[in-house]
């Protein structure tokens, strides 16, 4: 029905609405033809816009009507009523089969994100790995100097590879370091390119500077060694998130929305259950009717005519029908005043 309020047409207007139908030989005009085309619109899914709207969401439209004339072919619809059922089937398959796509395309969007990350992270890692690794050579060339005395130059690349406040190992590199400023007197004030004493770390001189120098090489030899080491085992966690058995793993849907395409995928799955369920009903009773829609109309109709056609009340008495007995032996005309009316 339509949602518009149709004004009453007066006779004189109706007929002469008639004449000039007959005398239309329909829209003409892309305009006339747009605003028509969906007059005998029944279900909508041969209509123009719901192929654009497939095509919209990647789907061919040519596939949907295939899927429609192969169920269409399956059940032979014999009515309206079967057709339309016939085709919320195919809607309903339809729709599960788009949840599989959707949740395909979630796995799928999800693995290229990992691989963009690996990417992006492996090369983070090797500009890092690089930066500290040619900051620690340097520092360790300046060191291995004869006259090695610390600058800022040197206290500024320690704090580019462990921070402000570095600990540890680094924490003994950043004591040895101080320990190795250029002697001066007390109240001397240190150069521009020299670094402000601290007064818990004694400046070294003469055999312990030596032995400080020699024990700052060591320790940067290991802290070079343990960067190599890092670098190894964080490439092969890069290189085990590009193994088959971690993407196959990474292909379980992680978005918000999964969760909800598995919903539609199950409902539409009850959808097919129930309309294959009530199509079978309808089968069956055919079948049991004769395999014809008359068949099925004729057949409640021959039941009432059997209804009606009941035997008298002196029949009723003797035979009887099953679920209407009246027992009336040894009890004379009583027993017939006490039948009601109606029987």
């Given at each position: 029905?339509?949602?518009?309020?149709?004004?009453?047409?007066?006779?004189?207007?109706?007929?002469?609405?008639?004449?000039?139908?007959?005398?239309?030989?329909?829209?003409?005009?892309?305009?006339?033809?747009?605003?028509?085309?969906?007059?005998?619109?029944?279900?909508?899914?041969?209509?123009?816009?719901?192929?654009?709207?497939?095509?919209?969401?990647?789907?061919?439209?040519?596939?949907?009507?295939?899927?429609?004339?192969?169920?269409?072919?399956?059940?032979?619809?014999?009515?309206?009523?079967?057709?339309?059922?016939?085709?919320?089937?195919?809607?309903?398959?339809?729709?599960?089969?788009?949840?599989?796509?959707?949740?395909?395309?979630?796995?799928?969007?999800?693995?290229?994100?990992?691989?963009?990350?690996?990417?992006?992270?492996?090369?983070?890692?090797?500009?890092?790995?690089?930066?500290?690794?040619?900051?620690?050579?340097?520092?360790?060339?300046?060191?291995?100097?004869?006259?090695?005395?610390?600058?800022?130059?040197?206290?500024?690349?320690?704090?580019?590879?462990?921070?402000?406040e570095p600990e540890g190992r680094p924490g003994e590199i950043f004591m040895l370091l101080y320990s190795l400023l250029k002697p001066r007197p007390q109240d001397s004030k240190p150069a521009?390119?020299?670094?402000?004493?601290?007064?818990?770390?004694?400046?070294?001189?003469?055999?312990?500077?030596?032995?400080?120098?020699?024990?700052?090489?060591?320790?940067?030899?290991?802290?070079?060694?343990?960067?190599?080491?890092?670098?190894?085992?964080?490439?092969?966690?890069?290189?085990?998130?590009?193994?088959?058995?971690?993407?196959?793993?990474?292909?379980?849907?992680?978005?918000?929305?999964?969760?909800?395409?598995?919903?539609?995928?199950?409902?539409?799955?009850?959808?097919?259950?129930?309309?294959?369920?009530?199509?079978?009903?309808?089968?069956?009773?055919?079948?049991?009717?004769?395999?014809?829609?008359?068949?099925?109309?004729?057949?409640?109709?021959?039941?009432?005519?059997?209804?009606?056609?009941?035997?008298?009340?002196?029949?009723?008495?003797?035979?009887?029908?099953?679920?209407?007995?009246?027992?009336?032996?040894?009890?004379?005309?009583?027993?017939?005043?006490?039948?009601?009316?109606?029987?």
């Amino acid at each position: 029905m339509s949602l518009l309020r149709k004004l009453p047409l007066s006779p004189q207007r109706l007929a002469a609405n008639q004449s000039n139908a007959r005398q239309s030989r329909g829209p003409t005009t892309p305009e006339g033809i747009e605003c028509i085309r969906a007059a005998n619109l029944r279900h909508g899914f041969y209509s123009r816009a719901q192929g654009e709207a497939l095509r919209a969401l990647g789907e061919d439209p040519a596939e949907f009507e295939h899927l429609l004339e192969s169920l269409i072919a399956t059940w032979q619809p014999a009515d309206e009523f079967e057709s339309r059922l016939v085709t919320r089937l195919a809607r309903a398959l339809w729709r599960m089969e788009r949840g599989d796509r959707i949740q395909e395309s979630m796995s799928v969007a999800q693995l290229e994100k990992l691989d963009v990350n690996v990417e992006r992270l492996a090369r983070e890692a090797g500009a890092q790995y690089e930066r500290r690794m040619a900051r620690l050579k340097s520092l360790t060339a300046a060191v291995a100097e004869e006259d090695y005395f610390t600058g800022l130059v040197e206290i500024r690349m320690l704090h580019d590879v462990y921070g402000a406040e570095p600990e540890g190992r680094p924490g003994e590199i950043f004591m040895l370091l101080y320990s190795l400023l250029k002697p001066r007197p007390q109240d001397s004030k240190p150069a521009d390119d020299e670094p402000t004493p601290i007064p818990e770390i004694p400046v070294a001189e003469g055999r312990e500077r030596r032995e400080a120098r020699k024990q700052l090489l060591d320790l940067l030899s290991q802290e070079i060694q343990a960067f190599k080491e890092a670098r190894s085992e964080h490439g092969d966690e890069l290189v085990e998130t590009t193994s088959r058995y971690y993407r196959t793993m990474m292909m379980t849907p992680m978005f918000s929305r999964a969760a909800l395409a598995v919903r539609m995928e199950e409902s539409s799955f009850r959808q097919v259950e129930r309309i294959t369920n009530l199509l079978l009903k309808l089968h069956a009773n055919a079948q049991r009717a004769g395999g014809t829609l008359a068949g099925r109309i004729q057949r409640p109709t021959a039941n009432i005519d059997r209804h009606e056609e009941a035997p008298n009340h002196a029949e009723w008495q003797n035979g009887g029908i099953s679920h209407q007995v009246i027992e009336n032996k040894g009890m004379g005309e009583e027993a017939d005043r006490d039948i009601p009316s109606s029987y």
